[in-house]
């Protein structure tokens, strides 16, 4: 008998929703987390977006679990009571050349469901945002923001009423297995190793998803798992730019991220970011030299931002699969079965919209662990 029907590896957002959405399926499940708490890498350094499912290619993994996860993202946060607020967020065109981009985001969005959108001309803008200049804008009220911590909480205790614990500073360091069953060998943050037995594994280890396919065995740059770490700094705006505007305000995107954005927090405090810069390895730092650069991000639409109202605030590294210059690259989800793995789901590349898409993405977990099991493993 295995210890366990499920190991989750890694108490992010998205673990967390697969590991309360396999216990609620009726799956003994045990949920492994390195640090000592949930949460602590990317899921709590994001721009905390519902986002409304605008940007990616049609019939995409990205597109669909964005859309179905953000209803039930709300859904959600009405019954559990999470901290969240729908402002609507406006893309804006600054200047002509960027309207036909526009009109392609706009189109593209309809056929993905991202909700109702609103065509807006520069002087509808004008009266929306009196600070920001733009040609031309779209408008999309179904995008909000979410206190990424509650959402998790909320995931977490849905967890544990399901009976699956969290098990914090426990890191997977080997995974093999045996008769069908795998054997994932961990190390405690007081040096003692253990190893859990269980019949299907979950890889939900964000930055380090890649490595932990590949200590199972399979062969990461053969099947484009390796992860190209992707860096974003946040700038905060000065506390007399607070109001500045009321709703998300996008650029156009660019091209490894969506282009240095204005969000409000659920307090109203205003951040400017992610930039984009690929790094070898993740790290946390914001440098003090690139206000500069952020200002003249900010001001294409909002002129009135000085270099001298922006200070650091905080960055956070996407996992990424798309490397630098490399054309789309769609999320992993996938039962290694095909490999030899059977039971092994690959969570990879797991960036953003993944916060508003960790429901849906759980319950594709859930769906590929009945199809393993079914398939006798
Ligand atoms: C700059 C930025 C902005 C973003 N903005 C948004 C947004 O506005 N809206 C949106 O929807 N999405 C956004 N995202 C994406 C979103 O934050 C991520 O998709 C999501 O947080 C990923 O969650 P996760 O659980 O997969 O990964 P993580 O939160 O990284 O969790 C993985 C966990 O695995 C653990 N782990 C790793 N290795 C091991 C091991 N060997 N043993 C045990 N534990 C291990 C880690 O400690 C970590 O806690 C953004 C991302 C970035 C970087």
Known sequence: MADFDVVVIGGGVV??????????????????ERHDACGTETSSRNSGVIHAGIYYPENS??????????????????????????????????CDDEVPK??????????????DLSWLDADTVRRMEPNVQAVAGLLSPETGIVDAHG??????????????DVAFRTEVTQITTKGGAFQVATRAGT????????????NAAGLSSDRIAAMAGLDVDALGYRLHPCKGDYFRL???????CRHLIYPVPVAAGLGTHLTLDLSGDISAGPDTEYVTAPRYDVSPDKAHEFGEALRRYVPIIR???????????????????????DFVVEDAAPHGLPGMINL???ESPGLTASEAIANRVVELLARTHHQGT
């Open 348 to 350: 990879i590349g797991i």
């Open 15 to 32: 673990g967390l929703a697969a590991a309360a959405a396999a216990a609620r399926s009726g799956r003994t499940t045990v949920l492994l």
């Open 238 to 244: 000065a506390s007399h730019l607070r109001g500045l």
């Open 151 to 164: 959402l998790m909480d909320s995931y977490r205790a849905e967890a544990r009423a399901y009976g699956c």
């Open 307 to 329: 270099d001298e109202d922006l200070s650091p605030n905080y960055a956070g590294v996407r996992p990424k699969l798309q490397g630098p210059g490399e054309t789309f690259r």
């Open 61 to 94: 993994l990205k597109a669909v679990t964005c859309v179905a996860g953000r209803k039930l993202l709300y859904a959600r946060c009405e019954r559990d009571r999470i901290a969240h607020a729908k402002l609507g967020k406006i893309i804006v065109a600054t």
């Open 191 to 202: 040096g003692e190793t253990m190893t859990i037995e269980c019949g299907q594994v979950v």
């Open 102 to 115: 526009l009109e392609q985001i706009a189109a593209r969005a309809r056929n993905n469901g991202a909700g």
